[in-house]
């Protein structure tokens, strides 16, 4: 037994002996470890710092004592590397991948200029360890800071949201791959909160040079999955999560040798980092910066996106619908232009069935395709009536119209929430996202199609009306009002192409409700709904976004 002992031990020393030693912080780098140092500093400095003016313009333009959870996180969530074609690192378009692509063409052409230039010059600079170490400061902090941001949307179960009653009541064959992932990530937003865990975990661990290992893996495995899942359901965010995989990967590359020894080799290792000496005035500078940063990014911005999910879930309208109208609805008669439409799956005209959500949104269906929008229904829009996560990936005639109540005189005035081009994402370009921009948040102007009167958006709302329904802008918790929010709502469209209809109700106590007016084709209609209780298979989970 002693001699198969010492066998195996002199076995396992001969095997390490064969291994190569790992480099030392004071070893000189080969040409070829130098170059590719040089193409990866130029890439990753690319795409880890904000290089658009209109970046640092919403900056400088916040209003700090009035945030939206939004202003912290798109200073998280912004663009960057070398952009020729408009296209960013977010959305769903694979156009997105062309922005590394020529990024990584550009540093390829960058680090062999520069080691031409050093050859030319005979430098006798034969390592890079201590930019290397700042480099990986800078995609560590990238990379931490942006999945939190993410990570926190998922935390607080908001990116994909518990399925509306409209959404409850469509048939499955009629929404598309991408819905059916979101909402089946939504009916469970316990497991959603999970993977917030793990994201914002994974960014926490990267703050700390110590744990950025460990930060890195989780990042890399969590993000890894959900690149997988946007290829497999064409979820709406294919390169931004795969910009964290490669950030993480970055990280990564020094470990691999280690990782690789520890658990195939099944060796002991003795892991080299190199810290640079830093003056007292450079270490206070580093640890308040680094304060600051974990301040701002884990407690104020977890506070905004608690805030968010009270009072104002960016995926749902804030604003509260008429309590006595909640609820499901059959169509039991529908007249148009005083002629009765007796049911009929298939009459193109009647309506099918009709719901007044918990926020003031009023669904109903017909069998007559509509235009589909295949957006995820994300972005920042402050107006309800920007909010389309309910008709995003649904088709089967479902249509969905924001409402404005003027309850003195029980009349709604209902806008279509498509739109051939949504205005769900209204930031700055370099900022945002895929979906245009209306008006600059960050200096507040608004563009030459906009407008800076609210009025003038409802101009189709009679004064008195409007005077009984109020300024929707101030109709959420005040926690909830923002700089952002105002502009939003002050900075509209002059001319907003939308199917409009105004209605009168009546009910009593909401189980008959008759609406009476004219549709969105000046057709006069007459429509009586009776309330139905659908029970649904589902358990409705306690943990919903918004109080209403």
């Known amino acids: 037994m002693a001699d198969s002992t010492t066998s195996f031990v002199q076995s396992q020393e001969t095997d390490t002996a064969k291994l190569p030693p790992l480099p030392t912080a004071a070893a000189p780098w080969k040409l070829y470890q130098r170059l590719l140092f040089r193409i990866a500093f130029v890439f990753f400095i690319a ?7 209109e970046w640092y313009t919403q900056l400088a333009g916040l209003n700090w004592l009035h945030l939206n959870y939004r202003d912290l996180y798109d200073i998280a969530r912004f663009g960057s590397g070398i952009n020729f074609f408009g296209n960013t690192i977010f959305g769903s378009p694979l156009l997105g991948y062309a922005n590394w692509i020529i990024t990584a063409l550009v540093a390829t052409a960058a680090g062999l200029l520069w080691t031409s230039v050093a050859y030319i010059r005979k430098s006798p600079r034969q390592e890079y360890t201590t930019l290397y170490y700042w480099l990986r400061v800078v995609v560590r902090y990238r990379a931490g800071i942006g999945i939190i941001g993410f990570g926190f949307t998922k935390l607080l179960p908001l990116q994909m949201p518990y399925p509306s009653l409209g959404l409850l009541n469509t048939n499955f064959g009629d929404f598309t791959a991408q819905k059916i992932y979101w909402l089946s990530i939504g009916i469970v937003p316990w497991y959603q909160v999970f993977a917030g865990v793990v994201e914002v975990a994974a960014g926490t661990l990267l703050f700390f040079r110590k744990t950025t290992t460990v930060g890195a893996i989780l990042l890399f495995a969590a993000l890894g999955d959900i690149v997988y899942v946007n290829f497999a359901y064409d979820g709406g965010v294919h390169v931004y999560s795969s910009y964290f995989v490669l950030l993480a990967a970055f990280l990564l590359i020094e470990d691999v040798p280690n990782i690789f020894r520890l658990l195939i080799l099944e060796r002991s290792i003795t892991p080299h980092h190199f810290y640079p000496s830093l003056s007292r ?3 206070i500078a580093r640890i308040t910066l680094k304060s600051f940063t974990i301040f701002l990014f884990l407690f104020v911005l977890f506070y905004l996106q608690l805030v ?8 749902q309208p804030s604003v509260a619908g ?5 609820g499901n609805y059959n169509v039991t008669e ?20 009709a719901t007044f959500e918990d926020w003031s949104t009023f669904t109903f269906r017909v069998n007559k395709p509509h235009k589909l929008d295949l957006s995820n229904g994300g972005g920042d829009p402050q107006r309800d009536v920007n909010r389309t996560f309910e008709i995003t990936g649904v088709a089967g005639g479902q249509r969905a119209f924001h409402y404005y109540a003027d309850e003195v005189n029980h009349t709604l005035y209902l806008e279509d929430k498509y739109k051939d081009i949504p205005d769900r994402r209204n930031r700055t370009a370099g900022v945002g996202g895929d979906g245009g921009t ?5 200096t507040g102007l608004p563009s030459k199609d906009t407008v800076t009167e609210n009025a003038q958006q409802q101009s189709w709302i009679p004064d008195n009306a409007r005077k009984n329904i109020g300024d929707e802008s101030l109709k959420i918790d005040p926690r909830a009002l923002s700089t952002r929010r105002a502009r939003d709502y002050a900075a509209t469209p002059k001319k907003e192409k939308r199917k409009r209809f105004v209605v009168s109700y009546q009910t009593t106590d909401g189980s008959k409700i008759i609406l009476t007016g004219k549709d969105e084709e000046k057709n006069d209609i007459y429509v009586v709904l009776e309330r139905v209780d659908r029970h649904y298979a589902l358990t409705e989970p306690g943990l919903k976004a918004g109080k209403y």
Do not use: C, H, M
């Open 308 to 315: 968010n999910f009270l009072y104002d879930p960016y995926k």
């Open 334 to 353: 529908f007249r148009i232009n005083g002629q009765v439409l007796p049911y009929n799956p298939l009459d193109t005209t009647r309506w099918q069935e």
């Open 47 to 53: 795409i880890s710092i904000p290089n658009t003016p």
């Open 281 to 283: 005035a450079a270490t």
């Open 322 to 326: 008429i309590k006595e109208l909640r």
């Open 438 to 442: 209306d008006f600059n948040l960050g």
